[in-house]
């Protein structure tokens, strides 16, 4: 079997919510081959897993995710043991096989000469089914799985495609999105220079944006105020945009024990430089920050859930403690809120980049490039302003 591929319409493979997948098996034999049936799966899913203990990874997008369900699904009983409990869950969004050609489960055989052979394909996605994502402790992935049924098992050939769902998260459904937020922080610092002591005064925060709400491509535009009421002098500033998720599950994925959870905290942009505030004094810094391509805002999936949010941090001279000083949280959306269109954005590869979407069951046997990277839309100033 020279090649055994899915091929999609939609060249970006990219679709939205309630869309019709559309594509077609290729197939291309050296010799006859004899089969039951070719059949294609289509799958849509969340997934989440993690032992006890496993700490929160803090990563800046370099490091690549966790999320590889070949890791997942073959963690042994002893290393659960190791690791003291096991936490997961599923939500199957959808599932659906076809047969596309054959017999299926008669025993009479269909024969498929050399050569070349296309058979096409159409799925329609629920008008519910969640944007993809990767992350270090679960995801939510979406494929076609085409599976050739031979009479000896053992010669099944598999192949596998993934594809991105995009979000239709519309900011202009927001109430208040387009007003501005600013948050103040004030911490105390003591005489040893360690937080929340006696006496030595404080250090007190203002991050301000004009709008709450985002697309990717976007500049937030960052206003920051530091007071130093202190006795020292601050010497530096650091500010990030951090990805906050929220991973839900159960041991051993079972419905009726505790449901538990765990976090993780992904740098999306991150800026520190020296500065020179005297005591009882201020300075006002201001920021831009590009969204790049990342997942929107989710709330919807049961065991999955995504925000993000601004922190300012600073710290005095004579010490080794950031003090943090204040946290905003914005959201990330997938259509504006002007007049720009999903279709005058540019899907791009999340900023994270490419994970291990190889599982359990994909063997020697299984076709498909298994490095994936789910694409955001990614809107430019000029698009969002029309």
Same mark, same amino acid.
């Given at each position: ?83 003291? %409990?096991?936490?997961? @869950? !599923?939500? =199957?969004?959808?599932?659906?096989? #076809?047969?596309?050609? +054959?017999?299926? *489960? ?125 006795? %020292?002098?601050?010497? @530096? !500033?650091? =500010?990030?945009?951090?990805?906050? #998720?929220?991973?839900? +599950?159960?041991? *051993? ?134």
């Amino acid at each position: 079997m020279q090649i055994f591929a899915i091929e999609y319409d939609n060249a970006n493979h990219v679709f939205f919510p309630g869309q019709t997948v559309t594509g077609k098996v290729n197939l291309h034999l050296s010799n006859e081959k004899k089969i039951k049936g070719l059949y294609l799966t289509l799958f849509g899913g969340a997934l989440t897993d993690w032992n006890e203990g496993d700490a929160d990874p803090r990563t800046d997008g370099r490091r690549r995710s966790r999320a590889d369900s070949n890791i997942l699904e073959n963690r042994t009983r002893a290393s659960s043991m190791l690791y003291h %409990r096991r936490y997961r @869950s !599923e939500q =199957v969004f959808i599932k659906e096989k #076809i047969l596309l050609i +054959g017999n299926g *489960d008669h025993e009479e055989l269909t024969v498929l000469p050399p050569g070349q052979h296309s058979y096409p394909f159409s799925f329609q996605l629920p008008v519910t089914a969640l944007p993809s994502f990767e992350g270090w402790h679960g995801h939510i992935r979406y494929y076609c799985k085409a599976h050739i049924d031979r009479p000896t098992p053992h010669f099944d050939k598999h192949s596998k495609e993934m594809f991105t769902v995009a979000g239709n998260y519309d900011l202009r459904k927001i109430p208040n999105a387009d007003v501005g937020i600013n948050v103040e922080d004030v911490e105390t610092i003591s005489s040893s220079g360690l937080c929340c002591g006696s006496g030595s005064g404080n250090i007190s925060s203002n991050t301000e944006v004009r709008k709450r709400a985002y697309v990717p491509g976007e500049v937030i535009q960052l206003k920051i105020t530091i007071k130093n009421k202190s006795s %020292r002098i601050v010497k @530096s !500033e650091k =500010v990030q945009m951090t990805q906050n #998720i929220f991973y839900y +599950g159960t041991q *051993d994925g079972l419905a009726y024990e505790k449901q538990q959870s765990i976090n993780e905290t992904r740098i999306i942009w991150e800026k520190k430089e020296p500065v020179s505030i005297d005591p009882n004094s201020e300075s006002t810094f201001t920021e831009n920050i590009t969204i790049p391509a990342v997942a929107p805002t989710s709330n919807n999936c049961d065991i999955i859930k995504i925000h993000y949010s601004i922190q300012c941090k600073a710290a005095e001279s004579g010490i080794h403690h950031s003090f943090k000083t204040s946290s905003l949280p914005v959201i990330i959306g997938t259509i504006p809120l002007t007049s720009g269109s999903k279709e005058t954005a540019v899907f791009e590869n999340c900023v994270f980049g490419k994970v291990n979407v190889r599982e359990h069951d994909d063997n020697e046997h299984s076709h498909g490039n298994f490095m994936f990277s789910p694409k955001y839309a990614v809107y430019h100033e000029q698009q969002i302003n029309q």
